[in-house]
């Protein structure tokens, strides 16, 4: 029996070799000491999981915002702007602190509609056909009635006229950039996060404006005025000449789908971003671009691997992004250089 288990002790506690490049040891924050915002997300260095990997990726931001000459793409999904996270991406506009913002339709039009009235919290378990009998939207647990709907058709419909009326004078067919931008110029709130893009002359790219309610209005809007267009060609132009102009470029990408590829295909054109930074839940098992880590990036030539530590200047972290991009902004743009 004494050498069955000396048998077993060989087998599970063999003699280990002491890492030699692996100094850090594990720790978490010491609450003993003085709390504060700081001192907590310092300790996430030493704590491990996503914990560290949210550490590297504010470490990581912080050296592109030292970079001279950085072209800093920030993208995010639509849902993102329905949450309290909204006011951050204002925060960031307001300061100039990106170069150029990638989102989706929710992600322009939610941000006017909270300008005309706010979205109230809920529940996530509330019930849907309860919901859909008050005229409720429900996203998460964030309530949008019908009635923000409505206030927006109300103040967008004058505006689409406006644009109408000037393309017929002119000729000229804005482009979804310039059209973001003239909706931030008229909604003249600086709560708005393209009020602010208007303002300091940031570039929006919506690669799917009209996968949401301002699609919607110009779908009625066209059966009206059949003429009405939109310049997407253009577009792609100037949003794919950004990145093949930047000296060098740094991406920001919290969730994924549309937005995180656009920025992705735009700066393959120029061989790799230098920098990325995700933030997002998706998995990679099932093939899908929302799921997939930096590396797999690389691969297609839309980070480059070429560069010195490579691999630490792309990071993911897998989380959720109300709670760890105010987080990242905190110890990164709400800082001095």
Not at 69 to 85: H, K, P
Request: with cysteine; glycine share 6%; charged share 25%.
């Amino acid at each position: 029996m004494a050498k069955k288990l000396d048998n077993i002790r060989k087998h599970t506690m063999h003699d280990s070799i002491e890492p030699s490049e692996f100094k850090t040891e594990v720790h978490g924050f010491d609450f003993d000491s003085k709390v504060d915002l700081d001192s907590l997300v310092d300790s996430f260095s030493s704590t491990g999981f996503q914990a560290t990997e949210l550490s590297k990726a504010i470490d990581l931001i912080n050296q592109m915002r030292v970079e001279k000459d950085l072209t800093l793409f920030f993208g995010y999904t639509s849902n993102m702007v329905s949450s309290g996270l909204r006011d951050v991406f204002s925060f960031l506009a307001k300061h100039n602190q990106v170069s150029v913002i990638v989102t989706t339709a929710g992600g322009i039009e939610e941000d006017f509609i909270k300008c005309l009235d706010p979205f109230l919290l809920g529940r996530f378990d509330l019930p849907g056909k309860v919901l859909r009998e008050q005229g409720i939207n429900r996203t998460g647990n964030v309530l949008v009635p019908n009635a923000r709907y409505i206030k927006f058709e109300a103040w967008l419909n004058p505006i689409l006229e406006e644009l109408y009326a000037e393309q017929k004078n002119t000729g000229k067919i804005l482009t979804p950039m310039e059209f973001i931008w003239r909706l931030g110029e008229k909604i003249n709130n600086p709560k708005s996060i393209y009020y602010w893009c208007w303002k300091n002359k940031i570039p929006v790219y919506c690669p799917a404006l009209l996968d949401g309610s301002i699609g919607d209005m110009i779908f009625f809007f066209s059966y009206k005025h059949h003429d009405f267009k939109l310049d997407i060609v253009s577009d792609i132009r100037k949003f794919n000449d950004i990145a093949l102009d930047a000296k060098k470029t740094g991406l920001i990408i919290l969730g994924s789908g549309v937005i995180k590829h656009s920025i992705l295909n735009a700066n393959m054109l120029r061989n790799g971003a230098d920098y990325a930074v995700y933030v997002n839940t998706a998995q990679e098992f099932d093939g899908s671009d929302a799921g997939a880590r930096p590396d797999e990036a690389v691969s297609w030539g839309k980070i480059q691997p070429n560069v010195e530590n490579a691999e630490s200047r792309m990071i993911k972290v897998f989380g959720d992004a109300t709670i760890l991009f105010p987080l990242i902004v905190s110890q990164t743009f709400a800082k001095k250089k």
